[in-house]
């Protein structure tokens, strides 16, 4: 169900960080259909917020500023509280509310991001006392991004993101551009023109490699809106995208850098300024229960 009530709960609110694939290969295809893919997870301090007010009734309630967008039935916060629920056999409910600030379908994993917080936080307020890789195992059927929100460190993926190894890349400063077009990220695993078969990378390698993402080029052919982001971009730091677009990041070492490109951008593009952080906010918050 949802509600587009305002009202929100007392209660401090759950951070739901965005990501961004610092760099992303597609390395092969399962049989399945998926794509095997080798990335390097970083967050960033620019988050959803979500609170939750648990209730001893088993109904299930989100309040949300995207309901015209998103159904319920589709809402990715809805399928991890009900997962979540199922698995634990919890008898109550909870309300959720939902501030929907990040970008949405823009690669910057807010839905997975929601389902994360959704289930750590539940975890936590029901009691249900599952551990997080039990989390990241519920996480994954809702979306390949939710394990690494779940765990809450810079990471190195394989597979189809799932498998996580922690990485401590540098927290820089970004300039994020987020491009008035929706890319399909189902379209882009399906367009021929992809590039499938990027040989893997040494993890020893990470740190001195140059960062790139497979699906870039392909994306900037589709969608003249990411070629030209980029392209002003590129002009005052090394900018890439992330995920399969449509946003792109430039990489500033200080935070004025990146905020006075900023205030240069044209006024037909719209960006904000984040931090990396090697640990999502929604780990440090849980760290403060
Ligand atoms: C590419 C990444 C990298 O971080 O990010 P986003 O750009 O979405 O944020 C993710 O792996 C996105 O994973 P996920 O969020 O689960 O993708 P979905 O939107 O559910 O995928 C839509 C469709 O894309 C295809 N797909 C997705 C992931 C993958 N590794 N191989 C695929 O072939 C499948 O056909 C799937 O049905
Ligand atoms: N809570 C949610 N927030 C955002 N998108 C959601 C949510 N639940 C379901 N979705 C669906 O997931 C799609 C992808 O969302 P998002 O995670 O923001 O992008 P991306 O996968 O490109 O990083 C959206 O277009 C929307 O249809």
């Given at each position: 169900m949802?509600?587009?009530?305002?009202?929100?709960?007392?209660?401090?609110?759950?951070?739901?960080?965005?990501?961004?694939?610092?760099?992303?290969?597609?390395?092969?295809?399962?049989?399945?259909?998926?794509?095997?893919?080798?990335?390097?997870?970083?967050?960033?301090?620019?988050?959803?917020?979500?609170?939750?007010?648990?209730?001893?009734?088993?109904?299930?309630?989100?309040?949300?500023n995207i309901s015209d967008s998103v159904a319920d039935s589709d809402n990715l916060i809805l399928k991890a509280a009900k997962s979540l629920q199922r698995y634990a056999q919890y008898e109550g409910g909870a309300h959720i509310w939902l501030d929907k600030l990040l970008p949405m379908g823009g690669g910057l994993g807010g839905g997975s991001s929601d389902a994360a917080t959704t289930l750590v936080a539940l975890n936590a307020l029901w009691k249900t006392n599952l551990s997080p890789s039990k989390l990241a195992e519920i996480g994954l059927t809702l979306g390949a991004d939710v394990p690494v929100f779940i765990n809450g460190l810079s990471a190195f993926a394989e597979g189809v993101g799932e498998k996580l190894i922690t990485v401590e890349p540098t927290e820089s400063w970004y300039l994020v551009i987020v491009p008035d077009v929706h890319v399909s990220t189902k379209d882009i695993f399906q367009d021929p023109d992809l590039p499938r078969n990027t040989p893997k990378v040494d993890i020893n390698t990470l740190m001195t490699r140059k960062w790139t993402n497979d699906c870039q080029k392909l994306v900037t052919t589709r969608h003249?809106?990411?070629?030209?982001?980029?392209?002003?971009?590129?002009?005052?730091?090394?900018?890439?995208?992330?995920?399969?677009?449509?946003?792109?990041?430039?990489?500033?070492?200080?935070?004025?850098?990146?905020?006075?490109?900023?205030?240069?951008?044209?006024?037909?593009?719209?960006?904000?300024?984040?931090?990396?952080?090697?640990?999502?906010?929604?780990?440090?918050?849980?760290?403060?229960?």
């Open positions: 949802t509600s587009t009530s305002s009202h929100k709960s007392a209660s401090i609110s759950w951070p739901a960080p965005a990501k961004l694939n610092l760099f992303l290969h597609v390395t092969g295809q399962r049989a399945d259909g998926y794509h095997e893919l080798q990335t390097l997870f970083q967050f960033i301090d620019h988050c959803d917020y979500l609170d939750f007010h648990i209730t001893d009734t088993p109904d299930l309630v989100l309040h949300s003249p809106q990411v070629a030209n982001a980029l392209s002003w971009l590129v002009e005052y730091a090394p900018s890439r995208m992330t995920g399969t677009g449509a946003c792109v990041f430039g990489e500033f070492t200080h935070s004025q850098q990146a905020l006075d490109a900023l205030a240069e951008l044209p006024a037909d593009m719209r960006g904000f300024v984040a931090k990396g952080m090697n640990k999502s906010p929604l780990q440090i918050r849980l760290e403060q229960l």
